[in-house]
């Protein structure tokens, strides 16, 4: 989908799941004697702080409320992320992030186009699955053999009887329609992936997505911020011809092979989220401590954990365009970019910058170990007069993208 970046909490157990599925990448890179691990910097844990906002205090009025969906007011935050409640005349769900939530927005949009669709008579014979007669479930792993989505985030599922949940690739046609809308075509959302199919078999979709695109696509999320040629790249290809195609490419920026192959047949990523991290690399490729920073995402113990690797990339390349960058250092506090004019920028993730008092205490340790630098912190947060007063009290300035 158009982002970025893109997130949620995981559970334990989808931890797990994730962690397990990297096993075979972790033991190659033990043993095959062929790739380097990137430096193990152990980041120093934060406690869990948690605070509540009014959602119209964070949000877009676009986003806050919509023609199929209601942003609960009171939003809880933990650890910087936002815990995003959602009502939808097909249920009720959270979603951890504003990349995340916008995301789950768009694809609500597809699936409310999915059924009106299917309440059109004139459906030229194509069986039409009604969207709002399905049950819906939460903290289902995904049927089709990823958990992609987190459990935590009670995300819309269905349970259709007779329906056999396989793992689906999806035509060409679906991939297609999934761009064109702004959905991921291997979303791990079966009530999502169920909408695409519906959409994918009309034959008047050309002239259906004419008339609904301004309806259907309102949110700005990067996800799937991805060229129109590339967006054909990966919507015809087949999967194989996808992963050695990834495979290449990161051979080509420096990646040494068994990375390469376990990043690209192994990570329980889409392949839209591959690609936007390799694009992400692509870019950064001449800078030292850049792919150090990408391998770091077959470290991670869950899908947050990797797509924070994405948003880390891509607020260096942020930074890169405006102040040439000397090198990346991975640092117990995170990824400390540092600039060919001296300058270090401090990347720091997260929805909401509170202020509170492991954040002071992060930018007192930050100044402390650059006593006369001059410093940065690049963070897609929006940041509270605490957090700001802590920043001017260390004299770090924001990045202003």
Same mark, same amino acid.
């Given at each position: ?12 157990? #989808? ?28 980041? /120093? ?32 935050? /933990? ?18 992030? @504003? ?14 186009? =999915? ?22 479930? =939460? ?12 459990? %935590? &985030? ?5 349970? *259709?009887?007779? $329906?056999?949940?396989? &793992?689906?690739?999806? =035509?060409? /046609? ?7 809308? +702004? #959905? ?6 079966? *009530? ?17 997505? $004419?008339? &609904? ?66 694009? !992400? ?7 030292? +401590? ?17 797509? !924070? ?17 000397? /090198?990346?250092?991975?640092? %117990?506090?995170? $990824? ?42 690049? $963070? ?16 770090? @300035?924001?990045?202003?993208?």
């Amino acid at each position: 989908m158009k982002l970025a970046l893109l997130c949620g909490i995981l559970s334990l157990g #989808c931890s797990q799941l994730f962690a397990s599925q990297l096993s075979a990448g972790a033991q190659l890179l033990a043993g095959g004697g062929v790739a380097e691990a990137p430096p193990q910097v152990k980041r /120093e844990a934060r406690p869990v702080e948690s605070l509540t906002l009014r959602a119209s205090e964070i949000l877009p009025q676009h986003v806050l409320s919509g023609p199929n969906h209601e942003v609960i007011e009171f939003v809880p935050v /933990e650890l910087d992320h936002c815990h995003f409640t959602v009502r939808t005349e097909w249920g009720q769900f959270t979603a951890i992030g @504003k990349p995340m939530l916008e995301l789950r927005l768009r694809e609500i949009a597809a699936i409310d186009l =999915s059924k009106s669709s299917s309440d059109n008579p004139a459906t030229n014979g194509v069986p039409v699955v009604p969207v709002s007669s399905v049950r819906l479930k =939460s903290g289902l792993s995904n049927p089709r053999g990823r958990l992609l989505l987190p459990q %935590k &985030s009670a995300d819309l599922s269905i349970d *259709l009887p007779g $329906t056999t949940a396989t &793992s689906h690739w999806g =035509s060409p /046609e679906l991939r297609r329609v999934a761009f064109e809308i +702004g #959905c991921d075509p291997e979303t791990s959302q079966p *009530l999502v992936y169920d909408a695409l199919e519906t959409l994918s078999k009309r034959e008047d979709i050309a002239d259906l997505l $004419t008339g &609904s695109r301004r309806g259907v696509s309102p949110f700005p999320t990067a996800l799937l911020s991805i060229p129109a040629d590339q967006q054909e790249m990966l919507a015809g290809r087949k999967l194989d011809e996808l992963q050695t195609h990834f495979e290449q490419t990161l051979a080509e920026t420096g990646v040494d092979p068994e990375t390469s192959r376990t990043f690209s047949r192994q990570l329980p990523l889409t392949s839209c989220q591959k690609w936007l991290l390799i694009r !992400e690399l692509q870019a950064l490729k001449q800078i030292p +401590g850049s792919v150090d920073l990408f391998k770091r995402v077959l470290q991670a113990p869950d899908e947050l954990a990797a797509l !924070e690797i994405l948003q880390e990339l891509r607020q260096a390349n942020n930074l890169q365009a405006r102040q040439p960058l000397k /090198e990346l250092q991975l640092t %117990k506090r995170g $990824t400390e970019l540092h600039t060919q004019r001296g300058e270090i920028a401090l990347v720091r993730l997260g929805d909401y910058l509170t202020g509170n008092p492991p954040f002071q205490q992060e930018m007192d340790q930050f100044r402390a170990a650059h006593p006369k630098d001059s410093l940065l912190i690049i $963070t897609p947060a929006q940041i509270s007069p605490p957090a700001l007063k802590v920043l001017q009290n260390n004299k770090i @300035k924001v990045f202003a993208k």
